[in-house]
Nanobody
Framework: QVQLQESGPGLVKPSQTLSLTCTVS??????????WTWIRQPPGKGLEWMGV???????VYSPSLKSRTSISRDTSKNQFTLQLSSVTPEDTAVYYC?????????WGQGTRVTVSS
């Protein structure tokens, strides 16, 4: 059973870039039946899909975050990375990396990121 683990700083200052890495427990990151996504949940709010990187490396982003979001991957390390630029306190959330296979079928435990000076 594949496992996903987010890592990155828990505190980011306003206007800086948030950077998180998701490590996948096996080498399925390039399997052509799954894609890899980032989802976040601000305090007291619902889940927000941020973007996806496919098995081929192509990306699609949420229109509301597109100008600030970048997702990349390092297949040699079985990792994919989220970068969110120009953060504000409204970007405070729990961030999840999630596999899209048969739906959102495998989730990381989530990592809380606070944007504050």
């Amino acid at each position: 059973q594949v496992q996903l683990q987010e890592s990155g700083p828990g505190l980011v200052k306003p206007s800086q870039t948030l950077s998180l890495t998701c490590t996948v427990s096996d080498d399925s990151i390039t399997i052509n039946t799954v894609d890899w996504t980032w989802i976040r949940q601000p305090p007291g709010k619902g889940l927000e899909w941020m973007g996806v990187i496919s098995y081929s490396g192509s990306t699609v982003y949420s229109p509301s975050l597109k100008s600030r979001t970048s997702i990349s991957r390092d297949t040699s390390k079985n990792q994919f990375t989220l970068q969110l630029s120009s953060v504000t306190p409204e970007d405070t959330a729990v961030y999840y990396c999630v596999r899209w296979g048969l739906g959102f079928d495998y989730w990381g435990q989530g990592t809380r990121v606070t944007v504050s000076s």
